[in-house]
Nanobody, 114 residues
Framework: QVQLVESGGGLVQPGGSLRLSCAAS????????MGWYRQAPGEQRERVATISSGGITNYADSVRGRFTISRDNAKNTVYLQMNSLKPEDTAVYYC????????WGQGTQVTVSS
């Protein structure tokens, strides 16, 4: 059974940085386009970044220039480097395939506050 486990969240001050990790198990990880998503309280889940199997990336306007998505296919892991964090980045962050999504993991909480 495929599982996604996100980690690396925490409490950070505005302007700070965090690096999130998402480990995938039980699937042929490298062939899938992977994405990072986030969901703030009372809002719908939104996609913030994607990365293809070959490393082509795409970002939501709200995070472009501040977030960087990357992947290590040998480790079945996708990362999200988040810099210049803002209070509006506060959310639970998840990863998943972009197509043929599987069960969501527990996510990792990111809180940006002074």
């Amino acid at each position: 059974q495929v599982q996604l486990v996100e980690s690396g969240g925490g409490l950070v001050q505005p302007g700070g940085s965090l690096r999130l990790s998402c480990a995938a198990s039980g699937s042929i990880f490298s062939i899938y386009v992977m994405g990072w998503y986030r969901q703030a309280p009372g809002e719908q889940r939104e996609r913030v970044a994607t990365i293809s199997s070959g490393g082509i990336t795409n970002y939501a306007d709200s995070v472009r220039g501040r977030f960087t998505i990357s992947r290590d296919n040998a480790k079945n892991t996708v990362y999200l480097q988040m810099n210049s964090l803002k209070p509006e980045d506060t959310a639970v962050y998840y990863c998943n395939r972009v197509v043929n999504q599987i069960s969501w993991g527990q996510g990792t909480q990111v809180t940006v506050s002074s």
